[in-house]
């Protein structure tokens, strides 16, 4: 009897893949002992590209080395995933996908103001992977002959046509619509350019009447409806849908993987923030993901209030690395230097990198850097996340969790944490977990379809956990103090500790440990209480420990070259070197 | 199985190459046909761009009164300083003239749209060999036999000339003392390129093309400004040429050789020299797999402190182990030239195939 013969198995078991641009991750999910767990997981090169050209070879290579591993048989001899799972123990019940390998969809975004329609587009195009190609905006000074010049020569997928508040200004909105209705005329092949309306409503009927026609056309809400407001819901949902029909979709052999899952293909980020806003209802509280990729940067927050993401694909610590000198000065990434480096030997590293986007650092001066140019990568999309959702700071966070190998392959936990404590600065009191066995994403998947499985994958240990982080918000001069703190521990008894301004201070606490934890903070410094209210709260350990940031907020680095290195190398030591 | 990053370093073998037009138009040689490097392969009319005359505000008349005025039909041909548009009054009569040669594409809402005259774009064969196939429209596969060896980034350009391998080892830079009358229409190889003034030296004298280990990357964005094909084998990071591409390019010299400069790079369109030569009995195919890991292969250290360095897999280690500094990844134990065996993580090796 083959494996395909015999009879499925009374429960269910996922198999997930994640497939990026150059790797493809594929984790397995299975009852053991009644409860779902993560039982393996393989990496193999995306295979999208030649001389492949098929997504589904480089899920069926991942699935080799899982059967290769654990043993059980994944795959028939014609290569056929084998559905359902068998009481031989072949097989798996459920398939879903992933995917960020597609290329990012080609945009141009129109619209009248620079920082209200322009940026509120910006803002729902970031939710997508996708290049923002061209803008057109009255600040761009381009006559009608250079815009439509421009959309010939830029040949976009998709442009995002805004502008106008509702019921305000038409005479502008009108022509740069007549402009676009010219150019994509002019541009339309075999197939029309993707033209999505989100501005001023009372321009609707118009806009539509010119564009229906020559365009794939499609209406949102305006996403600027008044100066103060903005509306997004629609317009992410419409480039969702067209990222999805446009690019994956058109991945080659992408019929293939949808012939293994009757659900549909998820978008990595997606997954993503998925997982995020999952990990935010299990804790009723904010929790902010962030993914470092090669070549994309994801940031999500989740929480009562609000579900974000935003989605760079021009930066990342690979090919997209030199756009990160179009944020900051070679300058700003020597200053958070821990090692003596010039701004020109920066400058080679970055261009070298991405020539070699897939490496890792072998020597200590590498590795500081590496985690430097991770450190600006987040802390420019953090602050273009500030900006964009009209935040003055980070909400109190209950959970941080990172993706990407630059940060949870570092050689040692703390540093991670340092990189993201120095990134975002956030205040307050939350744990900080990795995603080691690059699963997130497959965990968003399962959060969708079976979030009981989630749960217990989690509870299972498919995350690592790094510690809790105490934060205070707050300045004082150097050696005040900034934070009291009683540990109570069971293994460790009582342990009453004054930590001072400017401190940062990593006390021991094994994973899965609890602690106790009374905190009173000084008068000028904050944990979330209001200033110099403090709590009772209990915290657990992870392979960091209890992670105690007194250092305030914003952090000041010292002008002087020689302190400046001395400090940013005690704060790795006192991270744990 | 541990499949790193791979380069192609090959002193003969069967190589297939699309030549492809960005747009439609005409392919002009046929499948079997012997072309040479020069040889046109096929050609298209390359858009120019278009020209809007805002006509309804020129003359100062509705938008849909602008055909009553028109002097010439949508779809005809049209010449530079040719009136466009005349309105006669009682006292003064307006007239337009075309800004361009082209044709008048279309009225739209008051607009005239005039579409300048296509250039004429020629797709050279830039290397020797037959044609192996036809994308009907489009352009063709060309097969030769030869040398073929990969680089990391080229400026953008490709280019075509007989190597002359310029200094004496893959370490030292190319100079200005390089280059006079002799190399004009050469292409030059190097161990690495730092000065400038080299590059304004070989433009003078119609160097062909410059092969280097490396150039700064400060230099980097300044190197599509150049007329002929500039290829970089190792990276931006100051590294020699490696050992086997430079004693390869060393055996090709006074060859003809192809070079093509794709600067946007991926894995499957990295920019790469062909020397075309005899076919021999035996050439290997066109190799399509990525070959793993394995113990005796030859590979090329991508990062400090052994970047550039090339040497021999002694033991692959599949699963991970720690680095020297504490990073724990899968990779292999390499010897380098001078006997020392180092552990190096797989991302960072470059299997030379």
Known sequence: MSEIDSAPTDHSSFLVADCGKSVTTVALFDAVDGMCRLVARAAAPTTVGAPWSNIIVGIQQALKQISEVTGRILLSEH?????????????????????????????????????????????????????????????????????????????????????????????????????????????????????????????????????????????????????ET???????????????????????????????????????????????????????????????????????????????????????????????????????????????????????????????????????????????????????????????????????????????????????????????????????????????????????????????????????????????????????????????????????????????????????????????????????????????????????????????????????????????????????????? | MITPSQTTVKPLIKIRRQRMLPQAGEVIVSQGQQVSPVQVVARTSQQKGFTVIPAAELLGVPVEEVPAYLLVEEGTAIQRKKPLLRKSGLFNSKQFTSPVNGILYEVSKGRLILQQTPDLFELRAMLPGRVYSVRSGWGVVIETTGTLIQAVWGSGREGYGKIRVVTDDREQPIQEQHIDADVRGAILVAGYLDQRQVLEKAAANSVRGIIVGSVPAVMAPLLPNYRFPILVTEGFAGQPMAPTIFRLLQQSEERQASLFGNKEATQEKRPEIIVSLPAGEGVEDVQQTAPALEAGQQVRILRAPYAGEVGEVVTVHPYSRNSTIGLRLPGADVSLADGQVVFVPYPNLDLIK
């Not at chain 1, 031989?88 to 990012?104: E, L, N, R």
């Not at chain 1, 805004?162 to 197939?191: C, F, K, M, P, Y």
């Not at chain 1, 659900?263 to 470092?292: C, H, K, M, Q, W």
């Open chain 1, 230 to 577: 903005e509306q997004l819901a629609t317009t992410i949902d419409i480039l969702g849908d067209l990222y999805q029909s446009l690019k994956i979709e058109n991945l080659p052999g992408v019929d293939d993987v949808k012939a293994w899952s009757p659900y549909p293909l998820l978008p990595t980020a997606r997954a993503f923030s998925g997982i995020i806003d999952y990990f935010a209802a299990l804790y009723e509280g904010n929790v902010v993901g962030l993914d470092l990729g090669s070549d994309s940067l994801s940031y999500a927050i989740s929480g009562p209030q609000q579900q974000r993401l935003l989605v760079r694909t021009d930066l990342g610590v690979g090919a997209p690395l030199p756009n990160l000198l179009n944020e900051v000065e070679p300058g700003e990434i020597v200053k958070w230097m821990p090692v003596e480096i010039t701004s020109s030997q920066v400058y080679s590293f970055i261009q070298d990198k991405a020539l070699h986007p897939y490496t890792v650092p072998m020597t200590e001066k590498e590795l500081y850097l590496e985690q430097t140019l991770a450190r600006l990568l987040l802390r420019t999309v953090h602050n273009e996340a500030l900006v964009s959702w009209h935040w003055p700071a980070l909400p109190p966070l209950e959970m941080l969790l990172v993706r990407g190998t630059t940060l949870v392959n570092a050689p040692r936990p703390g540093q991670t944490v340092l990189t993201v404590l120095d990134a975002l600065q956030p205040t307050g009191i939350f744990s900080v977990a990795i995603d080691k066995y690059g699963v997130l994403p497959a965990l968003g998947w399962l959060a969708l379809h079976e979030p009981l499985a989630t749960v217990q994958a989690l509870e299972g240990g498919a995350l690592v956990d790094l510690g809790w982080v105490i934060a205070p918000a707050g300045q004082a001069e150097p050696g005040k103090l900034a934070l009291k703190i009683v540990v109570d521990s069971e293994r460790k008894g009582n342990l009453e500790l004054d930590v001072t301004s400017g401190e940062l201070e990593v006390l021991p606490l094994a994973p899965g440990e609890e602690a106790q934890l009374t905190l009173k903070p000084a008068r000028n410094f904050d944990i979330g209480f209001g200033p110099g209210h403090g709590k009772k709260v209990t915290v657990y350990g992870g392979d960091v420990g209890l992670i105690i940031d007194a250092r305030g907020r914003p952090l000041q680095l010292p002008q002087d070259e020689t302190a400046r290195r001395s400090l940013l190398r005690q704060w790795h030591w006192d991270m744990g070197g």
């Open chain 1, 79 to 227: 290569g056929e995933l084998i559905m359902p799972a068998r009481t031989t123990g072949a097989g798996v019940d459920h398939f879903g996908a992933t995917i960020s390998a597609a290329p990012p969809l080609r945009t141009v975004i129109a619209g009248l103001l620079q920082d209200v329609s322009v940026a509120s587009a910006r803002h729902a195009l970031h939710t997508i992977y996708a290049d923002e190609i061209h803008t057109f905006s009255l600040a761009d000074n381009l006559t009608e002959q250079e815009r439509i010049n421009a959309l010939l020569e830029a040949k976009p997928e998709l442009i995002l046509l805004t502008g106008g508040t509702d019921g305000g200004d038409r005479g502008r909105l009108r022509e740069l619509a007549e402009t676009i209705e010219v150019g994509i005329n002019l541009l339309n092949g075999s197939q029309k350019t993707h033209v999505v309306f989100a501005g001023n409503r009372a321009m609707r009927e118009e806009v539509t009447k010119l564009l229906e026609k020559s365009a794939a056309y499609q209406v949102a809400d305006n996403v600027r409806p008044t100066l």
